[in-house]
């Protein structure tokens, strides 16, 4: 009777430390795969944005878990105007655009509980981006441009506001080539380009 006793006495608490370490066993697993999961870039994100010289609707395609490649096209502005003008002028020229993008602190927002939606993070690119002489929408008439080739290295952030705005800024410093000839200049040119932008953007 006492071996019945003690085995009745025994019996459910084993079982329930047995439940229990089998429980935190799940938990810690559970966890373990949770911090091995490597946060990413999205698949894939289409998007129009708007700045002070420009408009441009764009895509982010997923390459590795922190690159993707930025896809653009849109148009670039410029504004002049003084005393030697009869009235202020401005210009649209088309642009078109691709720039891999190294996300590098997706793991850092993701630890710190900050969203990484859409790409929200810091990145480091390098943007491509060559204006074609194909028209231009100006307020003055016969308004041309020469084309350019650019390559600017750029330090920048991305943050998305809601379900679908976002904003970026950006900053770099690259070189840009002139294709002098083919408007009639005696040779092409290079010079120093510079990337500084402020955008707002909606996602969709």
């Known amino acids: 009777m006492e071996n019945k006793n003690l085995k009745k006495r025994f019996k459910k608490p084993l079982l329930t430390f047995i439940t229990i370490a089998l429980l935190s066993s799940n938990a ?3 966890a373990q795969n949770q911090e091995h999961v490597q946060p990413s870039v999205e698949k894939s994100v289409f998007g129009a944005q708007a700045g002070l010289l420009g408009i441009w609707v764009n895509n982010e395609a997923k390459l590795t878990n922190a690159i993707a490649l930025r896809s653009e096209i849109g148009f ?44 929200s993070a810091n990145f480091i690119s390098l943007r491509t981006s060559f204006h074609p002489d194909w028209f231009t929408i100006s307020n003055y008439e016969k308004v041309s441009i020469v084309s350019d080739l650019s390559i600017i290295p750029t330090w920048g952030i991305r943050r ?13 410093v690259g070189y840009r080539y002139y294709f002098a000839k083919s408007a009639g200049y005696l040779k092409n040119e290079s010079d120093v380009a510079i990337n500084l932008h402020l955008r707002i953007g909606y996602t969709f």
């Not at 649209?92 to 720039?99: G, L, Y």
């Not at 998305?160 to 770099?172: P, R």
Request: net charge positive.
């Open 28 to 30: 810690t697993v559970k």
């Open 76 to 119: 670039d502005g410029g504004f002049w105007g003084g005393s030697f003008y009869p009235k202020n002028g401005y210009v649209f020229t088309p642009i078109i655009a691709a720039e891999p993008r190294f996300y590098y602190n997706l793991s850092k927002r993701t630890r710190k509980n900050k969203s990484i939606k859409n790409n």
């Open 160 to 172: 998305h506001i809601g379900n679908h705005f976002n904003y970026e800024a950006g900053l770099g």
